[in-house]
């Protein structure tokens, strides 16, 4: 896998919109989410959207 290097903070701001559909990207994060998962050695959670942990915070509230 090629890699490149750079001098913390001087890294290029890659745009990757120009290059990649929307689906492309989003195929892209499910890959690393699926491998950082694996990573951990814990089984990648089952539940269903609606009953992933969460909460929401308003503003003000």
Do not use: H, Q
């Not at 499910?30 to 990573?39: D, E, F, G, H, Q």
């Amino acid at each position: 896998m090629p890699a490149r290097v750079f001098r913390m903070g001087a890294e290029p701001r890659d745009d990757m919109r120009a290059t990649t559909t929307a689906g492309e990207r989003l195929a892209m994060v499910a890959l690393l989410s699926t491998r950082m998962w694996r990573l951990t050695g814990r089984p990648i959670p089952s539940y269903g959207r609606a009953d992933m942990p969460g909460r929401v915070i308003r503003p003000g509230g």
